[in-house]
Structures are given as C-alpha cells and as structure tokens.
C-alpha cells in the first residue's frame, strides 16, 4: 500500500526558508514522477515542482529559481528546499507521486493517484 508523509511545514516571515519532506513507502518510488503541489484557501490545488526517476526536475514559474526539488540517496524522501519565501507561498502543501510513469508528462493533480496529508505553510510578517 502506497503511503507518502509529508513534514516540514512552518510559519516563517517574508525571505525566510523552509525545506519540506515527504516520506514514501509501499511502492518502488524512485522509478516514479513526484511532485510538490499546493493550495491556499479558496484557489486550486496547483503544481510547485516534479522531479522524475532520472532526477530531471521542473518548476512552476511562480517558484522558479526559488524552490529546489530533489530526493536523498536511497530515494525514499523526496525534499522541497523553499528560499525567499513570500506572503503569496502561503497553502498547504502536498507531495503525490504518478504511479502511471517514471517521467514527468502532467501538472495535473488528477493525474497523481498517491497523496501525503499535507503540510501548512504561513509566511507573514
């Protein structure tokens, strides 16, 4: 049984840093696309940033140059290094893996089928 645990989450001010993990188990997760997504009360759940089975990585241009995905060695954990956050950053936070590919083909959220619970994310001054 798939099961993704997502940590990190804090209350920081403007320009601080956060990094984000998600825990995986119960699948092989490196051969898989994850991805960071977000939602702030009231919007839509929307893509942060995806790194695939071969380590290629991309970003949502909100967060480019900003975030950095990546995943440790045994490739269990996946990270989301936050820098220069901003009031705008302010949502949960999801990790969700496309159990369909080891590439990353889709920014949609119906597209990931394993879901961690979140994470709250606040930058306020």
């Known amino acids: 049984q798939v099961h993704l645990v997502d940590s990190g989450g804090d209350s920081v001010q403007p320009g601080g840093s956060l990094r984000l993990s998600c825990t995986m188990s119960?699948?092989?997760?490196?051969?898989?696309?994850v991805g960071w997504f977000r939602q702030a009360p009231g919007k839509e759940r929307e893509a942060v940033a995806q790194i695939d089975a071969d380590d290629d990585t991309r970003y949502a241009d909100s967060v480019q140059g900003r975030f950095t995905i990546s995943r440790d060695g045994a490739a269990s954990t996946r990270y989301l290094q936050m820098n220069s956050l901003k009031p705008e950053d302010t949502a949960m936070y999801y990790c969700?893996?496309?159990?369909?590919?080891?590439?990353?083909?889709?920014?949609?959220?119906?597209?990931?089928?394993?879901w961690g619970q979140g994470t709250q994310v606040t930058v306020s001054s």
């Open positions: 969700a893996v496309d159990l369909r590919f080891s590439r990353c083909f889709s920014w949609q959220p119906s597209d990931f089928a394993a």
């Open positions: 119960g699948i092989p997760y490196k051969h898989y696309c």
